[in-house]
Structures are given as C-alpha cells and as structure tokens.
C-alpha cells in the first residue's frame, strides 16, 4: 500500500515530556511537511524539509525540533518548551516521485496524529 | 505578510443550490492558487490548482488577479460535498511551500 504513514494515530504524554510523531512515505518524494491543525485555525506549517539533511522553519517551530536523514522519514519531535501541545499534526510529502504526473506544491497528506498532553 | 482569508468558518446551502465559497490572498507577486478539501473520516487532499483550469466534482475556480481572490464554486451543490474546504497559496520562490486559509466548513442539506 503506498502512500504516507503516521503513527501513532492516538498519542498522550505527561506534561513535561518529550514525544515524537512518526511520518514516513514510500512515493519517492523529496519535500515532507509538518502541520499542526487546530479548530478555526486551520493549517500552520511547523517545519518543512525539501531534500535530505536539510528543513526550514515554518510558521510555528517554536518548541518542535525535526530531522530529515533519509528520504522517505520526518519525524516530529514536540518538546516541553512547545507551551500548548495537545493538537491535531499533519504529515505531508511533495514531488515528482520519479513517475508520471505529480508535482512539487500538490501535497499528500497522511492521516494524523492527535496528540493530548495531560 | 503573505495571507490567506477564508471569511466564511461556515456555510450551508440546500442540495442543487449553487455554493460559493470565498478565498483571498494577499501576495504581491504571481502565486499559484489551490482548493484542498478533508471529508468525514479522509484524509485532506487536493481538489483543484488554477493553474489547471478544470472542473473537479462539479467544481471550478477563477483567479482573479484584480480582487486577489480564488473564490471556489459549483452550480448544483449536493451532499457527497459536504466536507471542509481549505483555500492555499504557493509563492513562485518558494516551491511547494504552501499557505493555508482557516478553512470553510460546507454542509450540504437535503
């Protein structure tokens, strides 16, 4: 089954604790995304990375740490100092992948991870 | 600052009534502009790029450089439509990079 994976689909920490979101996808795409998705909010970028080894801060990376060293991996890590955790993350991967079609700002989005803090 | 507005959290329209939902931008430079849109239990997903200039479900989108807007819209809604609709921006200097709206969430009535 190809696509863009997230786990765990449910996640709860203790506050004060640090906690990683999984993100992995098999369609060959250089750029992944991380997005946190909040009620009226809609979608605020955390950190993006278009190619191995290298990411950039998005709108929001306060508090969130991530790393890119292999291609189809991009975990997210929420930190303690990340002052309101408890959301709902998004994965994303974007490119060519090698075949026909696809493109570099269509984005494919995993499932999600609900993360509450407690 | 580049921005997306979505004015409209909620809207709700009657089966085979026309829908229209509302997107600005602000950007100065050529943006390219996109409907992203989640159903119950899905997974968020593309819907349609200006670029493309095609009609999706029914659907289809004008930019209007003018008025910076990317207004979605379909004559006849129905209720398989029902789902939230997020309007998003790439700036050309910044690929794949993309700016999202609040969102607008559509109910289709019977």
């Known amino acids: 089954d190809g696509g863009i994976t997230q786990s765990p689909k449910y996640l709860f920490r203790k506050e004060g604790q640090n906690v990683t979101l999984s993100c992995e996808q098999n369609l060959n795409h250089d750029a992944m995304y991380w997005y946190r998705q909040d009620p009226g909010q809609g979608l605020r970028l955390i950190y993006y990375?278009?190619?191995?080894?290298?990411?950039q801060k998005g709108d929001i990376a306060e508090g969130y740490s991530v790393s890119r060293e292999k291609k189809e991996s991009f975990p997210l890590t929420v930190t303690s100092a990340q002052k309101n955790p408890t959301a709902f993350y998004l994965c994303?991967?974007?490119?060519?992948?090698?075949?026909?079609?696809?493109?570099?700002?269509?984005?494919?989005f995993g499932p999600g991870t609900r993360l509450t803090v407690l | 600052a580049q921005r997306v507005t979505q004015p409209e959290k909620l809207l709700s329209v009657f089966k085979g009534a026309p829908v229209e939902l509302k997107c600005n931008y602000s950007?100065?430079?050529?943006?390219?502009l996109f409907w992203y849109v989640q159903y119950s239990r899905q997974r968020l997903q593309l819907l349609l790029r200006?670029?493309s200039r095609e009609s999706i479900k029914g659907f289809t989108a004008d930019l209007n450089k003018g008025e910076t807007s990317f207004h979605l819209k379909k004559p006849f809604a129905q209720e398989e439509d029902s789902a939230m609709y997020y309007c998003?921006?790439?700036?050309?200097?910044?690929?794949?990079?993309?700016?999202f709206g609040r969102g607008t969430q559509l109910t289709v009535w019977p």
């Open positions: 994303a991967s974007s490119g060519y992948g090698g075949g026909a079609g696809g493109s570099y700002n269509e984005q494919f």
């Open positions: 950007y100065s430079g050529s943006p390219e």
């Open positions: 998003a921006f790439e700036k050309g200097s910044t690929l794949g990079r993309l700016y």
């Open positions: 990375s278009q190619i191995v080894n290298d990411f």
């Open positions: 200006h670029i």
